[in-house]
């Protein structure tokens, strides 16, 4: 369900994915449409991206939705205007979360380190 006023939008995740399994690069692509299609207006709204249901996330979920927006809206955008909550249950969401931040911010360092690693 999405939840729109003057002040904020909240994508509830299971709503999309109708699984509380957010595990697929294309469940995270899925977001990611969700999400860009509040930036077609001039001044974005808060999002807010609610996990509550969910009970399973994925680095690549991650990778696919708040990653591609970080790439693609940049990260002072992203932190202004998104917002992940009801998260609690996911153990190590922050976690994931926090190096999916870190991997695309420092995409440079990360692809270089990669190359290294699997050279």
Same mark, same amino acid.
């Given at each position: 369900?999405?939840? #729109?006023?003057?002040?904020?939008? $909240?994508?509830? %995740?299971? /709503?999309?994915? $109708? =699984? &509380?399994?957010?595990?697929?690069?294309?469940?995270?692509?899925?977001?990611?449409?969700? %999400?860009?299609? @509040? !930036?077609? =207006?001039?001044? &974005?709204?808060?999002?807010?991206?609610?996990?509550? *249901?969910?009970?399973?996330? =994925?680095?690549? !979920?991650?990778? *696919?939705?708040?990653?591609?927006?970080? *790439?693609?809206?940049?990260?002072?955008?992203?932190? $202004?205007?998104?917002? &992940?909550?009801?998260?609690? @249950?996911?153990?190590? !969401?922050?976690? $994931?979360? #926090?190096?999916?931040? /870190?991997? %695309?911010?420092?995409? /440079?360092?990360? @692809?270089?380190?990669?190359?290294?690693? !699997?050279?």
């Amino acid at each position: 369900m999405l939840i #729109n006023n003057d002040f904020e939008m $909240k994508i509830n %995740v299971i /709503d999309i994915l $109708k =699984s &509380p399994n957010a595990s697929l690069h294309d469940d995270g692509l899925m977001i990611y449409e969700e %999400v860009k299609k @509040q !930036f077609k =207006s001039a001044e &974005p709204n808060d999002i807010e991206i609610d996990f509550s *249901a969910i009970k399973r996330c =994925s680095t690549l !979920f991650l990778n *696919a939705s708040f990653g591609k927006l970080l *790439a693609e809206y940049g990260e002072e955008t992203v932190r $202004k205007y998104i917002h &992940p909550i009801g998260y609690n @249950q996911i153990l190590t !969401f922050m976690d $994931k979360y #926090n190096d999916m931040w /870190d991997n %695309v911010i420092n995409r /440079d360092n990360y @692809q270089a380190y990669r190359e290294e690693a !699997f050279a």
